[in-house]
């Protein structure tokens, strides 16, 4: 087989198509989960998540990205021994970690969800991801290797994949679970006696079955997880990496693999730290927001009671209320909130190898190229999206989730702040990449350790405000990105040698994405003046501003002829634009 390589923003595009596949996909997904089951369910599903995450990410230990620089380099060097070796020590890490996080899960699902996250009624989805680390850590192992080859395919595809599988047997089981659910206990009572972990009292059927329907849509993502894994085995097998016989025995002597090892946790533990940092963000979320709204209740319950009135479900005690505002938080405001920043992420994750390879040849000119273009692209994705997430929250909302507009009322000024956030994150994560590729993999660690402890402090003072409570949870994650941006962009200025270009990176579209906003805004108006539904004008305010935000960019030359000619077919879309006068 011959080894496919792509450049940088080839592989940022195959990596974003697939994102994008995925997220929406993802989107069709978690959107029908929450109007299946609601703030109730979804509080349950995503405590899973939020527990598994770091285990996963300790698991993985930040392996894959350290494998990905680690092959890089050695290709750039003609090591191809070193290659082939450096997967094989990956492959045992991570059938080792993988294991063990999957039986840490397993054993510790009652600890992790009833002790730690004061959610006791997640325990079963929590056992039900737990073989999902297993399957994911050997699926990590294969997707660095060929990301360090720069062949972005397997990865993309075994994504898109894992999303289908997701979703096909996800929803299935989740439908067929939950109706069955309901009229067990209708009939029964109870779940032929199973402790749910939740309380009793003046449950409606609706809440008895949202911890089990939980559980089964968990089990749609621990099944594509395995899919996923099996795709990228069968996809080594059968087509292998590319590496021919020639350059095998072209290639020095083999390093070691102690010597190898070593390199390998020295550049992945503080990848996983920095990972983990990052993921610690949604932890301290799922445990200070549930706590935290549990004292603003004892603290004045009137207030809280006050504020979502005629809000909340049926038959929901004080005891649920916590589980349900942070399912509301989670299931619509923070799923619209992570379709952009998984998108902006595969621009740093294309670049690092790039990064890494201009800065192993010390070439300064492609350090800065390559920084600035991930950058650029990176803002050029995540301003225009930050904003239209905040100027349209409730009509986006209101058109993805119809059948739960009193959930729609508590997210939408949530997701408004959170549009902004966005923003930011994206940039941290290509920051971080850039990071990673020029051997400063500590700083993103303590940048994220520091942003998480403002958040953490944040969290804890402002969720407990009981006229604030869940409302306040944004504010924390957009002060904390806010603070990391500016310690990543000193850095990359200050260890990288260069200067990053504010004016083309941030400025210009900033002007561009202001346009899209003011014309999202201006097309919703105009919907609604002429009587359209909110679902109409939504759609029409989104055309509006995509087409303004496409002209904007083009007039303000944000977006360089050197940009497309690296597409495929570029060429050709270069000329046209020239002819135009909008390409320079």
Known sequence: MTRKKQNFLQGALILSAAAIIVKVIGALYKIPLMNIFGGEGFGYYNTAYQIFTPLYTIATAGIPIAVARMVSECVTMGRYRDVRRIFQISMTCFVVTGTVGSVIMLFGSKFLAGTVCNNPGAFLSVIMLAPAVFFLCMTSAYRGYYQGLRNMYPTAISQVIEAVVKVGVGLTVTLLVYNWGIKVYEEKGSFYGIDLGISTENLTAQSAVAPVAAAAAICGVMISTMVGMLYMMLH?????????????????????????????????????????????????????????????????????????????????????????????????????FNLVPTIAMTFGTAALPN???????????????????????????????????????????????PKRLTEVEIAAPMLEVMGITVIFVCVCASCHSVLQGIGKERLPLFFMLGGATVKLIMNFILVAVPSLNIKAAPYGSLVCYILIMIADIW???????????IYAIFLKPIFAGGLCALGAKLGYWIGQILKLSSNISTVIAILIAVVIYVFAVLLTRTITKKDFLMLPKGEKIAEILEKLHLLR
């Open 355 to 401: 990064v890494a390879v201009a800065w192993t040849s010390h070439n300064r000119h492609r350090i800065k190229y390559s920084i600035d273009t991930v950058l650029r692209l990176t803002t050029l994705v995540a301003i225009p999206a930050g904003f239209g997430l905040s100027v349209l929250a409730k009509p986006i909302l209101t058109l993805l989730y």
């Open 236 to 336: 080594y097998r059968l087509k292998g990496d590319g590496i021919t016989q020639s350059e095998l025995m072209d290639a020095p002597e083999a390093t070691s693999k102690r010597v190898l090892l070593k390199t390998l946790i020295s550049i992945s533990i503080p990848i996983c730290l920095a990972t983990l940092s990052t993921n610690i963000t949604n932890l301290i979320d799922l445990v200070s927001i549930i706590n935290r709204i549990d004292y603003a209740l004892r603290l004045d319950h009137a207030t809280v009671m006050a504020m979502y009135e005629g809000l909340l479900p049926e038959g929901l005690d004080a005891a649920g209320i916590p589980n349900y505002l942070y399912g509301v938080y989670s299931g619509m405001p923070v799923t619209m």
């Open 491 to 501: 850095a990359i200025n200050h260890f990288g040698g260069i200067r990053v270009n």
